[in-house]
């Protein structure tokens, strides 16, 4: 993330000068939708929480996804630009749908800013797609977060929301696997069968969603046993 300063504003601006000056007969790539989610993370065991931004889009060009070069998403009002290329955003394929982005997006401070953004696709060729989109979550520190505790190889859940996924980690926070979670007692084999977990991963949290507020809220990380 860097604050959208005259150097980086400049950039942007050659970017769309660039793709004005490109022939009308040529293909521009396409923001087909958006999905966009504001993610709450606990930070330490005490309970810190920090606020996160999920956005991802489901793009097309006529050359292929991989003649797309930078995603931007601009929050023009607080002078914020995250930039993402090929090494810095999330490529997930749904049947012909491939969405581009990331889902811990974050700002100085704990909040993200709300209101207006922009997202901005920029391809080799230097034309450009853009979608306007608006962040309106509700204060989020009312909000309780899931939390869990092991007891040998089972986890243990305290949750208030409806739907759960345990999220298993490697070592470097990579997400290794994912399983539906109730709250109260699971153990650790019915959410990753035959003992996978104790090789695939190195630690567990649990996700929830607020269904109204449509918020996400991620406990604290647990060690697996070994």
Not at 16 to 28: D, G, I, K, R, T
Not at 92 to 109: E, F
Not at 180 to 190: F, P, Q, V, Y
Request: aromatic letters at 8%.
């Amino acid at each position: 993330m860097r604050r959208l300063g005259p150097t980086l504003a400049a950039t942007l601006s050659s970017a769309v000068a660039l793709a004005l000056a490109v022939s009308c007969s040529s293909s521009p790539p396409e923001i087909v939708s958006l999905a966009v989610r504001l993610i709450v993370v606990t930070t330490d065991p005490g309970g810190a929480r920090d606020e996160r931004l999920s956005v991802f889009a489901s793009v097309a060009d006529a050359q292929g996804v991989g003649d797309v070069e930078y995603l931007y998403v601009v929050h023009d009002g607080d002078e914020l630009c995250w930039t993402m290329g090929p090494s810095e955003w999330r490529r997930s394929d749904d049947g012909s749908s491939v969405w581009l982005g990331a889902n811990s997006l974050d700002a100085p401070g704990t909040t993200i800013p709300r209101g207006s953004y922009r997202l901005i696709l920029i391809d080799k060729a230097g034309e450009r797609a853009e979608r306007s989109f608006s962040l309106s979550a509700p204060e989020t520190s009312a909000y309780d977060t899931p939390s869990l505790r092991l007891s040998g190889t089972t986890v243990v859940v305290a949750t208030p929301y409806p739907t759960n996924t345990a999220f298993f980690l490697d070592a470097g926070g990579n997400v290794t696997h994912t399983a539906a979670i109730a709250k109260g007692s699971t153990a650790l084999d019915s959410l990753w069968p035959e003992g996978k977990w104790r090789t695939g991963a190195d630690y567990i949290a649990v996700y929830g969603l607020e269904p109204k507020a449509e918020i996400g809220f991620f406990s604290w990380k647990a060690r697996l046993p070994d």
